[in-house]
């Protein structure tokens, strides 16, 4: 995928194999042994400490959040990266969690309606950003755990979908 960052532009791929993250960034390698923390959460490990990276997109960007500094990444092309291979520990349950701590601006869907992969769920703001977070697997909304208006911290499940 081609990203551009302050004007610069970068083509990008990943590639998951266990917990094996490998990179390609404008044609250099780079490998991270990594352990996923939560949907939009994972620890990358960096020197031999394990760093927390926050990522999030919407239908322009993508947002990632690391060792207190925030990137915002203009996607060229109309395409998503599919977070779904980090995530894939459990296909079963998608539990949606705030990329940055923020508030609840908006909740797209109600507790039992069925969702499809790639729906948007939740519309939370971080950091003067609106940030809608997305379903990755079709199923039914089994828990909404906050109201919008409501604070929320990265740590914290603010939706659950369920395969059915």
Same mark, same amino acid.
Request: glycine residues 2%; charged residues 30%; proline residues 0%.
């Given at each position: 995928?081609?990203?551009?960052?302050? %004007?610069?532009?970068?083509?990008?791929?990943?590639? !998951? /194999?266990? *917990?094996?993250?490998?990179?390609?960034?404008n044609e250099k390698n780079f490998e991270f042994t990594f352990r996923r923390i939560s949907?939009?959460?994972i620890s990358l490990l960096i020197d031999g400490k394990y760093q927390n990276?926050?990522?999030?997109?919407?239908?322009?960007?993508?947002?990632?959040?690391?060792?207190?500094?925030?990137?915002?990444?203009?996607?060229? %092309?109309?395409?998503?990266?599919?977070?779904?291979? !980090? /995530?894939? *520990?459990?296909e079963n349950i998608n539990k949606l969690m705030p990329p940055m701590p923020g508030s609840v601006v908006k909740i797209l869907v109600d507790k039992g309606q069925k969702v499809s992969e790639g729906e948007g769920i939740i519309i939370i703001e971080a950091m003067k950003m609106e940030i809608t977070l997305y379903s990755s697997i079709d199923g039914v909304v089994t828990e909404i755990n906050v109201k919008a208006g409501e604070q929320v911290d990265i740590n914290q499940v603010l939706v659950v979908i369920s395969k059915e």
């Open positions: 995928m081609e990203l551009i960052l302050n %004007k610069e532009k970068y083509n990008v791929e990943i590639k !998951i /194999n266990d *917990n094996l993250l490998k990179s390609i960034i949907e939009n959460q990276v926050y990522f999030a997109q919407d239908d322009n960007h993508i947002f990632i959040a690391y060792d207190g500094d925030n990137f915002i990444f203009d996607k060229v %092309k109309d395409e998503d990266y599919n977070f779904e291979e !980090i /995530n894939s *520990n459990n």
